[in-house]
């Protein structure tokens, strides 16, 4: 089915994004912490790509477990960078072949060792492989979108401007960067339904489970820190536990008060975790 479909009716759609275990885990480990997340009952769950195509096979299997196996409507994530027509071709018709039907392509990151002239040979932003993707195949398309603005970009009305554009030419849906103050994400959907980009917005949020993964976070892409989640680094920086209550309260919240305005979907973050997720499915009422 196309998830963009899912999004025609009135409730939040709810996802949830996971990854493949890197190539020296076994791949059975994320199937342990898919029987525990289908229990939750999303209505979709993303599973993430390399950036030049590494551990690829595995996203795809992946991916086909989640549909064929879960039966749970899946989102196969697909980078451009570093990649040729040809390679594409192989995940998308691979994609096919597992009764997949819903991609979020995406530009990627330049991986250690390339420079930026091999890196965007034949695709140089996601606009190029979104129009790829829609002129040779009937995918339903996602594509990312950025709140704060793309860690590259210091313009964010220009940022939003190449937003349209890589919607124009074929994206179903959007799903956001993280990001810890929803002040933003409100100012953010205003600008873009100026630009007239009218498709749904699911937003991506990532609960914060320890200080290290917030400073790697923010200094990946570029998200600012409340004064709130000041705090709670600063107060419980030191105390595992405290700091992953304390984490999960505040995601809890932000997607309580998204709910409240309206989203059109929820896209959670689990890191490969299940516990904390359901957590706070639980505490916004999303899970009994
Ligand atoms: P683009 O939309 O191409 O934008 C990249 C930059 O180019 C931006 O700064 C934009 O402003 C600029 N730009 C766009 N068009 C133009 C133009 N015409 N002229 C000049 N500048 C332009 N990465 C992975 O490797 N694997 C994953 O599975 C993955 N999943 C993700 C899921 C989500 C929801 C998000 C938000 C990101 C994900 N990423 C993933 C990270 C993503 O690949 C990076 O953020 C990457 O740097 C940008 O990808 P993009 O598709 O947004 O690029």
Do not use: W
């Not at 973050?269 to 516990?275: E, I, P, R, V």
């Amino acid at each position: 089915m196309h998830i963009s479909n899912l999004f025609n009716r009135k409730k939040a759609v709810i996802s949830f994004e996971i990854f493949p275990p890197k190539p020296d885990y076994p791949i059975e480990t994320i199937y342990k912490t898919l029987e525990k997340l289908k229990d939750l009952s999303p209505d979709f769950i993303s599973v993430t790509y390399g950036a030049g195509g590494s551990n690829r096979e595995r996203t795809v299997e992946i991916a086909s477990t989640v549909k064929n196996k879960y039966d749970i409507e899946c989102l196969s994530h697909l980078t451009c960078v570093c990649s040729s027509q040809a390679d594409i071709d192989i995940v998308l018709d691979d994609l096919k072949r597992n009764n997949i039907e819903n991609v979020l392509a995406l530009r990627g990151d330049i991986p250690q060792g390339y420079d930026a002239n091999e890196a965007f040979m034949e695709y140089q932003y996601a606009a190029n492989l979104i129009s790829h993707i829609k002129a040779k195949t009937d995918f339903c398309i996602a594509a990312a979108a950025y709140p704060e603005g793309h860690i590259e970009s210091n313009d964010l009305d220009k940022d939003i401007e190449y937003l349209k554009q890589k919607v124009d030419v074929g994206v179903d849906f959007l799903i956001t960067q993280l990001f810890f103050d929803n002040a933003l994400f409100y100012s953010f959907r205003e600008k873009v339904l100026k630009a007239d980009i009218t498709v749904p917005i699911s937003i991506g949020i990532m609960p914060v489970l320890n200080v290290n993964q917030i400073k790697r976070i923010t200094t990946l892409c570029g998200a600012a820190i409340p004064t709130k989640l000041a705090h709670i680094m600063a107060k419980y920086g030191d105390h595992k536990d405290d700091f992953e209550k304390a984490g999960i309260e505040y995601a809890s919240s932000q997607v309580e008060d998204l709910l409240h305005n309206n989203v059109d979907g929820i896209h959670l973050y689990t890191m490969n975790k299940s516990k904390q997720i359901k957590q706070i499915m639980h505490h916004c009422g999303l899970v009994t």
